[in-house]
């Protein structure tokens, strides 16, 4: 890089600006805006050819890509209730990590009493609200949350069964639920 006597000049590791002023051996004094005199040496200093504010002036900004920009920023809610010809299906990934933030300091009881639970919940809820299919996604693991859920599905007047293999594939749980049991 050339640096000469009249540069604008700014400091890599500092917010000084300036115009060199002189230079004598190896370095460079660049006095700032206020009139303060400071030595660098050329490996420390940038040639500024058009301040920051010019540039900002000089940019146009489309909107439409402006505006792109910010709609992706802004994190879309996931809905749980998916829609499958006119019919509104909740679905709901029981999951440990997605239930809660961290399991540290849970055991496996606890665990499965809060995937439990979380099922219970959103079937009332379902039954309350007159939803007719819940979708309850467990994972294949060895079953046992399976078997529960099966347990607390007799409970109620439901009727469950596996899935859509090609959705889920072979760890969820499909409830249709009655809406005028008798």
């Known amino acids: 890089m ?10 890599l590791d500092a917010d000084i600006r300036g115009i060199i002023t002189r230079k004598e051996n190896d370095f460079f004094f660049v006095k700032d ?4 005199e400071y030595s660098f040496y050329a490996t420390e200093l940038v040639k500024i050819k058009v301040e920051q504010h010019e540039l900002s002036r000089q940019v146009a900004v489309q909107k439409s890509l402006w505006q792109q ?10 809905s749980f209730f998916v829609k499958d ?3 509104v299906i909740m679905e709901v990934d029981l999951h440990a990590d997605k239930l809660v933030k961290s399991t540290r300091g849970m055991d496996n009881y606890d665990i499965l009493s809060l995937q439990l639970e979380t ?5 009332e809820y379902c039954i309350s609200k007159s939803i007719s299919k819940l979708v309850l996604i467990h994972g294949i693991g060895e079953g046992v949350l399976k078997t529960e859920l099966d347990y607390l599905l007799n409970n109620y007047s439901v009727k469950y069964y596996d ?3 090609q959705k889920y594939g072979k760890g969820a749980t499909e409830i249709y639920i009655y809406q005028n049991p008798n």
Do not use: D, P
């Not at 805006?33 to 303060?36: D, E, I, L, T, Y």
């Not at 099922?119 to 079937?123: D, S, T």
């Open 85 to 87: 010809k006119n019919e």
């Open 2 to 11: 050339c640096l000469e006597i009249g540069n604008k000049v700014a400091v």
């Open 163 to 165: 899935a859509s293999y």
């Open 119 to 123: 099922a219970k919940h959103k079937l």
């Open 33 to 36: 805006q206020h009139g303060m």
């Open 69 to 78: 920009k910010t709609q992706e920023t802004v994190k879309k809610k996931k």
